[in-house]
Nanobody, 115 residues
């Protein structure tokens, strides 16, 4: 079992920045990769960024160059640094942890980009 707790969402103006955090606990040794997903109203959940246990990263085309995923193994936390935010980035952002037998999700944190 893996437990995930996200934090760091909020309201920000276009062009602003936010950093999301996802703190993991439980059987974290079994995690293969972790990722950030988002879901806007009336849209499907989509992958934003992911990071493997080896440190490899990948991003959705829509956030490349603006978002950065990173991790702090000592703090058991994965971060999503979001810069140059746009209104279309508004969504609930979810953290996901993938293990061999299962996937785990956090409760989500709201990000709203608006003037």
């Amino acid at each position: 079992q893996v437990q995930l707790v996200e934090s760091g969402g909020g309201l920000v103006q276009p062009g602003g920045s936010l950093r999301l955090s996802c703190a993991a606990s439980g059987s974290i040794f079994s995690i293969i990769f972790m990722g950030w997903y988002r879901q806007a109203p009336e849209k499907q959940r989509e992958l934003v960024a992911e990071i493997t246990s080896g440190g490899g990263t990948s991003y959705a085309d829509s956030v490349k160059g603006r978002f950065t995923i990173s991790r702090d193994n000592r703090k058991k936390t994965v971060y999503l640094q979001m810069n140059s935010l746009k209104p279309e980035d508004t969504a609930v952002y979810y953290c996901k942890a993938q293990t061999v037998p299962a996937e785990y999700w956090g409760q989500g944190t709201q990000v709203t980009v608006s003037s």
